[in-house]
């Protein structure tokens, strides 16, 4: 494309030359309406817009800017920072998240807040299919005990591996400990015994097999 005058833009109303304008595809002449400064500009306003809309205060728009080797700017928190303070991210063009890591997780968490109601009720609708309130139903079955142990205050979600079905609100070391057996009640039922004095000992019945006492 030349460097003559040749597209007025919408905005400021100069006419500019086709290298101060974005390429655009979908457009007859194949640039954007706005020149690159207007461009620019319309999308701080944009950005604004939509932090006042979402309740969150407005940032100051600060030009991208060329940063040293080894570094790379956050928008959010308005700093530049070594690039070991984002998140890798082969997404992008450099490799890294656009926020550093604080921001980044600051805004995962805004996110999951403003769709599910908080992290909580993200990861129960993930996992189990269940929001906070019906935990609270559960609990409130449970008579506010765990199911196991009855300890009061029960917050962990138990449920079938292989089926992925829900089983009961468990205390956090109910919820282990079933993990650590592996679900099996069979060791379960053979942990009870030993702790009663009654410890398995196996037969030998041939060369390496072992037979349990039923």
């Known amino acids: 494309m030349s460097d ?21 595809a979908s457009s007859p002449d194949g640039l954007a309406p ?52 984002f998140v890798r991210y082969r997404g992008s063009a450099d490799g890294w998240t656009s926020y550093c890591k604080p921001c980044h997780t600051a805004r995962g968490v805004a996110s999951k807040t403003r769709t599910h109601g908080g992290t909580r009720d993200y990861h129960l609708k993930r996992r189990y299919g269940l929001d906070s309130n019906e935990v609270a139903a559960m609990v409130k079955a449970q008579m506010g005990l765990c199911a196991i142990c009855l300890t009061p205050g029960p917050e962990h979600v138990d449920h079938d591996h292989k089926t992925g079905r829900v089983r009961a609100i468990l205390c956090f070391n109910c919820n282990g400990g079933l993990g650590q057996f592996k679900d099996r009640p069979d060791l379960l039922r053979r ?19 072992y037979r349990l006492p039923s």
Do not use: H
């Open 4 to 24: 003559l005058p040749e597209k007025v833009c919408r905005d400021c109303g100069e006419p500019k030359s086709a290298s101060d304008f974005w390429r655009l």
């Open 34 to 85: 706005y020149c690159k400064p207007c461009f620019k500009s319309r999308n701080a306003a944009s950005r604004r817009k939509a932090s006042a809309r979402d309740g969150r205060k407005p940032r100051r728009f600060i030009p991208r800017q060329e940063a040293p080797e080894g570094m790379k700017y956050c928008p959010d928190c308005e700093t530049l920072k070594q690039v070991d303070d």
């Open 191 to 209: 942990g009870a015994d030993y702790l009663e004095g009654n410890v398995w000992k196996p037969t030998l019945v041939a060369p390496g097999v």
